[in-house]
């Protein structure tokens, strides 16, 4: 008889996004994602960091301050990295990422033909930027759905 404990495929693509995530080197955020094709086979994965070539050492990790100052204008977040990571079509895919994400990334998410975003956390829920994703998603007809917390099954 099989083994029935296993994870599902959404715990499983959750899990490579949230070891993605734990590449990041931002001391306030880590984010992970993961784009999975509809054999479930992952074409792309990513995470928050500075672009290639920018020095984490000498650029700004800090939210507070000046924007100049501040990892806003620097940090590429998880979604592009992912996509951008992709070598092959993302049309009909689904993105699974730690958290929800913000207009910005949405935007890249429909233009690069995602179906359905599938994420942990929304902590930023009424934030005017994820509420902006909301409305495009709806708009273009993309499925988002948020899954719970995993719970780590071990073998006993």
């Known amino acids: 008889m099989k083994r029935t ?16 995530s734990m590449r990041s080197k931002d001391p306030i955020t880590q984010v992970g994602a993961c784009i999975v094709n509809n054999k479930k086979r992952i074409v792309g994965i990513g995470y928050n960091g500075f672009p290639y070539g920018v020095e984490d050492d000498t650029f700004p990790w800090t ?5 100049l100052e501040s990892k806003y204008p620097y940090v590429v977040h998880a ?3 992912a996509i951008l990571n992709s070598t092959v079509s993302l049309d009909d895919t689904t993105l699974y990422v730690t958290l929800f994400p913000c207009n910005d990334c949405a935007k890249l998410i ?3 033909g995602i179906r359905e975003v599938v994420y942990l956390e929304d ?3 009424d934030k005017d930027s994820f509420i902006a994703s909301r409305k495009m998603f709806d708009s273009a007809k993309i499925i988002y759905r948020q899954i719970p917390m995993l719970e780590v099954k071990l073998k006993k």
Not at 5 to 20: H, K, P, Q, R, T
């Open 79 to 81: 979604e592009p990295n």
């Open 123 to 125: 902590k930023y829920y």
């Open 5 to 20: 404990n296993y994870i599902s495929w959404d715990e499983y693509f959750m899990g490579v996004a949230l070891l993605s």
């Open 63 to 67: 939210k507070e301050g000046e924007w």
């Open 110 to 112: 429909i233009q690069s």
